[in-house]
């Protein structure tokens, strides 16, 4: 197990290095001017201090290493759009708040989708099949946005049940969270349900049933251990997209999160916010793969053993 989480940390450190590069050299190929703001016009001499002051004076080589060899110190440097605020502290205070609502968005996904999806599995009523079959197809159907816009007007327009904008209260959560969780659910729902369904009929399923053991058991223990590799391998990318937030979602219901921060330092072209951001959706990513790689190694040997 040491070697290959070793070899899958290996992999993860190369790919965000190879991420950064890409993003480095992409950001200031972008046409415009970062430090032309609100139509101001800086004069040459301010617009020479503008750049010493962040490095773009240098050839772009040479800022290419100055920037790695700051990142490796967890200097990220200073925002250029928002002046005084170094990009170290934005993701501090920003990304907490997205990070919440993914992480509880996470949990509800996770809960209804398995249940859902052993429902549908193990079920003779048809009807209940159906049903959560057609709810499943609705949820990767139904864009979140729109699914967002839906419950607000029926909610907090209709039913004035919750507010809209902020997460001062804890039902604030509620609308936000079924909006951002919604795909994830039909995903697990479809995931375990066609898992489980394949698992149970195996052969040493139908041995273990021949043998007097409880279906309880013959669904827990044999069952659902192999039927949740792919919920297991799934699980990462849907946590680390969760916890990263959605520029729509926050956009929507207002939450000052850290998706808003992304698109406003690609708008502004601020160079070194975009970096800062990139490196840490990217640090999430690769975690979260790799979390998922060894939880799926840890329940099925084989895999480490195969690759």
Same mark, same amino acid.
């Given at each position: 197990?040491?070697?290959?989480?070793?070899?899958?940390?290996?992999?993860?450190? !190369?790919?965000?290095?190879?991420? +950064?590069? $890409?993003?480095? &050299?992409?950001?200031?190929?972008?046409?415009?001017?970062? @430090? *032309?703001?609100?139509?101001?016009?800086?004069?040459?001499?301010?617009?020479?201090?503008?750049?010493?002051?962040?490095?773009?004076?240098?050839?772009?080589?040479?800022?290419?290493?100055?920037y790695l060899?700051?990142v490796l110190?967890?200097?990220?440097?200073?925002?250029?759009?928002?002046?005084?605020?170094?990009?170290?502290?934005?993701?501090?205070?920003?990304?907490?708040?997205?990070?919440?609502?993914?992480?509880?968005?996470?949990?509800?996904?996770?809960?209804?989708g398995l249940?859902?999806?052993?429902?549908?599995?193990?079920?003779?009523?048809?009807?209940?099949?159906?049903?959560?079959? !057609?709810?499943?197809?609705?949820? +990767?159907? $139904?864009?979140? &946005?729109?699914?967002?816009?839906?419950?607000?007007?029926? @909610? *907090?327009?209709?039913?004035?049940?919750?507010?809209?904008?902020?997460?001062?209260?804890?039902?604030?959560?509620?609308?936000?969270?079924?909006?951002?969780?919604?795909?994830?659910?039909?995903?697990?729902?479809?995931?375990?349900?066609?898992?489980?369904?394949?698992?149970?009929?195996?052969?040493?399923?139908?041995?273990?049933?021949?043998?007097?053991?409880?279906?309880?058991?013959?669904?827990?223990?044999?069952?659902?251990?192999?039927?949740?590799?792919?919920?297991?391998?799934?699980?990462?990318?849907?946590?680390?997209?969760?916890?990263?937030?959605?520029?729509?979602?926050?956009?929507?219901?207002?939450?000052?999160?850290?998706?808003?921060?992304?698109?406003?330092?690609?708008?502004?072209?601020?160079?070194?916010?975009?970096?800062?951001?990139?490196?840490?959706?990217?640090?999430?990513?690769?975690?979260?793969?790799?979390?998922?790689?060894?939880?799926?190694?840890?329940?099925?040997?084989?895999?480490?053993?195969?690759?």
């Amino acid at each position: 197990m040491l070697k290959y989480a070793t070899k899958r940390l290996v992999i993860g450190i !190369l790919t965000l290095f190879i991420l +950064v590069t $890409i993003t480095f &050299f992409g950001v200031h190929a972008m046409p415009g001017d970062p @430090f *032309a703001q609100d139509n101001k016009v800086l004069s040459a001499e301010a617009y020479a201090a503008m750049e010493a002051k962040y490095g773009l004076d240098k050839p772009l080589p040479e800022q290419y290493v100055i920037y790695l060899r700051n990142v490796l110190r967890g200097d990220f440097g200073e925002s250029i759009s928002k002046k005084g605020q170094q990009v170290s502290a934005i993701i501090a205070k920003r990304a907490p708040v997205t990070a919440r609502v993914g992480a509880i968005a996470f949990v509800v996904a996770l809960t209804i989708g398995l249940t859902f999806g052993i429902a549908s599995a193990l079920t003779k009523k048809r009807w209940v099949n159906s049903l959560i079959t !057609l709810f499943a197809t609705l949820g +990767v159907s $139904i864009p979140g &946005f729109l699914f967002a816009m839906l419950i607000m007007i029926l @909610f *907090a327009v209709k039913l004035k049940l919750v507010g809209i904008v902020g997460l001062d209260k804890p039902q604030q959560y509620i609308m936000p969270v079924f909006a951002l969780s919604l795909g994830s659910i039909s995903s697990i729902t479809r995931l375990s349900r066609s898992s489980l369904r394949d698992v149970m009929n195996q052969d040493y399923i139908t041995l273990a049933r021949s043998k007097g053991t409880s279906e309880l058991k013959v669904v827990t223990k044999h069952g659902l251990k192999n039927a949740l590799l792919p919920v297991v391998t799934y699980c990462g990318p849907m946590f680390a997209g969760l916890v990263t937030g959605s520029l729509v979602i926050e956009s929507l219901f207002s939450i000052p999160g850290i998706g808003a921060e992304f698109t406003s330092s690609i708008t502004n072209r601020d160079y070194t916010l975009v970096m800062g951001l990139t490196i840490f959706f990217g640090a999430i990513v690769i975690v979260m793969n790799l979390a998922s790689d060894l939880a799926a190694a840890a329940i099925d040997p084989r895999i480490k053993l195969g690759k």
